[in-house]
């Protein structure tokens, strides 16, 4: 029969303890004696119990630390109200953080499980972080003459001056796993799929491995360990439209997972989800009435060719990211789809994979061609909206045009155009109060009504815009 290691060390601490006290034998003569025991007991009971007789019938009395861990060590079901000075081992499957209490005090709650059961505990002071560092999850420890007492009608475990802990080895995933499905302390086990720097962190892009459902976590820079799989403890969870948000601060736990043999196919189908990343060429953008506004992009699918996405972004910092890369082919990370509707995250980030500048624009009137188009059309509406952050304009341009043959609505965000039309840089708009710039802004759309233009725009029949302007001139 196999014979696990912790077995063959609880042997070796007797043999060490036996050689100490009776130095005519050899260690050849004891591990003979122990196999003796064995066979004597027809083979049903461990080494490490035979090993004990065997101490005992030679007149040799062990200490706490020598004895095997089988007989000194309880079981979590076993543990009760009243108990001091006991050891319990267990995987350790939830660490808050070194934690502050309203009163200033630091603190730092874990809990452990085992085949039995699951139990709680907290460390307090200098234990919290001397104790604590020790606590990682999934990590099997053994708590050394610790009590037991009862908080809230359950039992808790509690240090004392003399206790102590010692890792014993670090579980397989899978027991992890079962451990927090089965008692749902907190703690989740995410896959990284990818990760990217943020300002003042790191976002993580992966999979839950209890749900096997697509996650987001936001760590602070302090937290963010560079492995596959990631354990997050003490983070504040949001679960919304599939997408499951973890947002953890500094004292949160968030530890390297080792990961098995076999394991790294979990949830193999959810890492194909767009969260984790697609390609899109950034067409345009339109600004809702306060903050964020709706993204315009082009993707490629093998049923339809190109068609027109949206993204919806609620945030002006989102979208002054993505204003950036107007005209370029960028890889999305950090969307999800709803309703065929892409929506940020709080992680959204777009690369810039190569700019497309086209190689020539073809006369076409709006009917057709798709692609790059010079036509003459006139004006039969125009509007704008304009904010500024930090600064820096947010704008778009959005117009009704017809060529005589067909009406299109367009959208530009071109500073080019904007120049052109409203006869001011973009950038001196944010120079003006807003009630004056909307009256300046509104002059001009009237002004321009009935007005021909020559464009040239980016043609892609869409459902709400078909043209992304890239220059005009008054005709």
Known sequence: ???????????????????????????????????????????????????????????????????????????????????????????????????????????????????????????????????????????????????????????????????????????????????????????????????????????????????????????????????????????????????????????????AVPSGEGEVSLCMRTQSNELFGFKAEVLGYILFRREGGRVYLATENNRDGIAVQHLVVFRDTSLAMLAGTVGKVCEIVGAYSVDGTFRESECLNAVVIESKHPSRYVFSKFVGQVGHIVNRAAVVSLNSRIRCLNGNPLFHISMVLDDGVATLRGVSNSSRVFEKIYSMHVKEACDHTPSALEKILSYVNQELLGRDVLLKARMIPGDQYSLFVDDVALA
């Open 1 to 255: 029969m196999e014979r696990a290691p912790s077995e063959d060390n609880d042997v070796q601490r007797v043999v060490e303890e036996v050689l100490r006290s009776r130095p005519n034998l050899t260690r050849e003569q004891i591990e003979r004696m122990i196999d003796e025991k064995v066979k004597e007991f027809g083979g049903i009971i461990r080494r490490d119990a035979a090993a004990l007789i065997v101490a005992k019938e030679l007149g040799v009395v062990l200490s706490r630390e020598s004895a095997p861990s089988s007989l000194t060590v309880l079981k979590i079901k076993d543990l009760a109200s009243g108990f001091r000075g006991v050891d319990v081992e267990g995987l350790v499957v939830f660490n808050s953080g070194l934690k502050l209490s309203p009163t200033g005090k630091k603190y730092l709650r874990f809990a452990i499980a085992d085949e039995t059961g699951i139990i709680w505990g907290v460390l307090w002071d200098e234990q919290a972080e001397s104790i604590g560092r020790a606590l990682r999850v999934g990590t099997r420890v053994r708590l050394i003459k610790v009590s037991i007492r009862k908080y809230r009608e359950r039992n808790e475990i509690y240090f004392e001056k003399s206790s102590s802990v010692k890792p014993l080895a670090q579980s397989e995933l899978t027991e992890l796993l079962q451990y927090i499905e089965r008692h749902k302390p907190g703690t989740r086990v995410i896959k990284v799929v990818r990760s990217v720097a943020k300002a003042g962190g790191r976002c993580i892009y992966g999979v839950s491995l209890d749900g096997c459902e697509p996650a987001v976590v936001i760590l602070p820079a302090t937290t963010a360990p560079e492995a596959d799989l990631v354990a997050t403890s003490g983070c504040s969870e949001l679960s919304k439209k599939s997408i499951l948000t973890i947002r953890c601060d500094a004292p949160s736990q968030v530890s």
